[in-house]
């Protein structure tokens, strides 16, 4: 069944199951996510989902490291229905979503001590640039407090090597709302920098996609 009402938040019509949301991207991708979380999470990491969205990431990376302690996050209520449904498919590894929304001034003093990693998809080109801004701040007062990672999943931009595909979503993005845009990769790491961590690695994904792994600079 499709949702006649989709959501603004998703650029794609999802099919819904009682509360439970099935987007066809999270669908495709979330195999080659798994695989490369599962490879770069620190073991029994505690981790942090900024924007899970539908909540499928949540249960595919969890059965793909049961020692992972998952907290999913999300401020739209439709998505935190749909993330706790996909959890009670999760075996208890999964904890109920959190109304997270990066733009709200120190939205992480609540969570610092309880979180070692940060995960987030798709989610800073669909937002306003203070998400990301907030995003970061987050990022590196948590990472301040444990050696973990902070995992950042998307399309990006990079100069003259910008995938086509990305450029034509950039004008594409801007036009449904000016705020919104594909991220150039120099703007994102320069962020990074402004919160003391680095990018580590930078991993080439399905669909001229990133995973980008953002870890806290020494000294
Ligand atoms: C395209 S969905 C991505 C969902 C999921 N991560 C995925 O990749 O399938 C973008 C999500 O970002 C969330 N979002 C938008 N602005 C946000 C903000 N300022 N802070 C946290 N999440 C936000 C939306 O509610 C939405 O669920």
Known sequence: MTDPLSTPIALEERAYEGARLTSP???????????VLA???????????????????ALAITRARPDLTWQPSDPDQASRASIDAWAALGEGRIAP????????????EAYIDQIS???CANMIHIAPWAAAEGLFE????????????????????????SAPSNLDFDVS?????????????????????????????RIAMPA???MLKFERVEG
């Open 138 to 161: 987050g990022a590196g007062a948590i990472l301040s407090r444990s050696a973990g990672v902070f995992m950042l999943y998307g399309p990006f931009l990079e100069g003259e090597a």
């Open 97 to 108: 979503a959190l109304a997270i929304d990066t733009c709200v001034s120190n939205w992480f």
């Open 39 to 57: 490879e770069h999470l620190p073991l029994q990491a505690r981790v942090l989902e900024i924007a899970s969205g539908t909540g499928q990431h």
């Open 173 to 201: 993005l801007k036009s449904r709302d000016p705020r919104w845009g594909v991220r150039a990769l120099s703007d994102v790491v320069a962020l990074g920098a402004e919160h003391g961590l680095s990018l580590s690695a």
């Open 25 to 35: 991207s999270a669908e495709r991708n979330q195999g080659v996510i798994s695989e």
């Open 117 to 119: 990693s940060l995960y």
């Open 208 to 210: 001229n996609n990133l």
